[in-house]
């Protein structure tokens, strides 16, 4: 069950003029419409597949504040709950158009964390920590997060710090041989503590949830109440799944979302972004 969310006392006048970011026709806003692009196949699989996502960050951010894509924005996120994430990954795998490409920790080892990435094959997303060619896949994504329950924060903090450094050094991020090294010999310890951790958990209330471990280390904590039950948001003209209560979830990741931060605040990720000319890609 959902319900529909209504942007009413949240979303105020905004005057200022961002179509020098993603005005039509700019390489931004055609790779805005890409990862919306990618964000409706995703959408059509849960939906297919019974598998409950929302959409998470800065894009439910740009849902709420703009009713889309905040105006610099070049990446999109959605979250899904943990139980849920190898479902959901059978099924992308089995399902996307050929246009798209699916990539997790487990195909592509350059990736630093653990997440599932859906990429347009016909493009080149530089992200500045791989060079052309360095991945099967480097084209626009969108990032697909996975959420467990935790039994603290200070717990989820300290395992992850450990669980997450082994795991990008092991996978070679920094190239250093002696960090490489006591990565493999911390490793087993930092897997016991993770299993620690999730069995410390099976006797709470379970209703804390943060990214799972090794996942992208985000300050977001979030009751499972105010993600669930979940609603509905218009996002680029269209309706996406969002948490219910999204203005209590925006609030624990941003404060005061609302506000428009100073043009130097404005950050994209991508360095470049490459698009090739092509008219298969349904932006209707």
Same mark, same amino acid.
């Given at each position: 069950?959902?319900? +529909?969310? $209504?942007?009413?006392?949240?979303?105020?006048?905004?005057?200022?003029?961002?179509?020098?970011?993603?005005?039509?026709?700019?390489? /931004? #806003?055609?790779?805005?419409?890409?990862?919306? &692009?990618?964000?409706?196949?995703?959408?059509?699989?849960?939906?297919?597949?019974?598998?409950?996502?929302? $959409?998470?960050?800065?894009?439910?951010?740009?849902?709420?504040?703009?009713?889309?894509? +905040?105006?610099?924005?070049?990446?999109? %996120?959605?979250?899904?709950?943990?139980?849920?994430?190898? @479902?959901?990954?059978?099924?992308?795998?089995?399902?996307?158009?050929?246009?798209?490409?699916?990539?997790?920790?487990? &195909?592509? #080892? !350059?990736?630093?964390?653990?997440? *599932?990435?859906?990429?347009?094959?016909?493009?080149?997303?530089?992200? =500045?920590?791989?060079?052309? =060619?360095?991945?099967?896949?480097?084209?626009?994504?969108?990032?697909?997060?996975?959420?467990?329950?935790?039994?603290?924060? !200070?717990?989820?903090?300290?395992?992850?710090?450990?669980?997450?450094?082994?795991? !990008?050094?092991?996978?070679?991020? &920094?190239?250093?041989?002696?960090?490489?090294?006591?990565? *493999?010999? +911390?490793?087993?310890?930092? $897997?016991?503590?993770?299993?620690?951790?999730?069995? $410390?958990? /099976?006797?709470?209330?379970?209703?804390?949830?943060?990214?799972?471990? =090794?996942?992208?280390?985000?300050?977001?904590?979030?009751?499972?109440?105010?993600?669930?039950?979940?609603?509905? +948001?218009?996002?680029?003209?269209?309706?996406?799944?969002?948490?219910?209560?999204? %203005?209590?979830?925006?609030?624990?990741?941003?404060? %005061?979302?609302?506000?428009?931060?100073? @043009?130097?605040?404005?950050?994209?990720?991508? /360095?470049?972004?490459?698009?090739?000319?092509?008219?298969?890609?349904?932006?209707?």
């Amino acid at each position: 069950m959902y319900s +529909i969310c $209504i942007n009413t006392e949240k979303v105020s006048m905004i005057e200022e003029d961002f179509s020098c970011y993603n005005g039509e026709g700019t390489v /931004l #806003r055609k790779a805005q419409l890409i990862m919306l &692009n990618i964000l409706v196949e995703v959408d059509k699989i849960c939906k297919r597949y019974n598998i409950p996502y929302w $959409i998470d960050y800065g894009t439910l951010l740009g849902a709420v504040r703009h009713k889309g894509f +905040i105006p610099w924005d070049d990446d999109l %996120d959605i979250s899904v709950l943990k139980k849920d994430y190898k @479902r959901l990954s059978d099924a992308l795998k089995k399902e996307l158009p050929d246009h798209l490409a699916y990539q997790d920790w487990k &195909n592509e #080892r !350059r990736l630093t964390f653990k997440v *599932i990435k859906v990429r347009d094959r016909n493009s080149y997303y530089d992200d =500045g920590l791989t060079k052309k =060619g360095e991945m099967v896949h480097q084209g626009i994504f969108i990032d697909i997060f996975a959420v467990e329950p935790i039994p603290s924060v !200070r717990i989820k903090k300290m395992v992850d710090f450990l669980y997450g450094r082994c795991l !990008r050094r092991l996978r070679k991020v &920094n190239e250093n041989k002696t960090e490489f090294l006591i990565a *493999i010999l +911390i490793w087993p310890l930092a $897997i016991t503590l993770v299993g620690f951790s999730r069995f $410390i958990t /099976l006797f709470t209330n379970r209703k804390l949830l943060a990214n799972i471990y =090794g996942g992208l280390n985000l300050p977001a904590y979030h009751s499972k109440d105010t993600i669930f039950p979940l609603c509905k +948001i218009e996002f680029e003209g269209k309706e996406f799944f969002a948490p219910g209560n999204y %203005d209590q979830h925006l609030r624990e990741i941003y404060g %005061d979302y609302m506000k428009i931060p100073p @043009r130097d605040k404005r950050i994209t990720h991508a /360095l470049s972004i490459e698009l090739q000319d092509n008219n298969a890609y349904n932006y209707g």
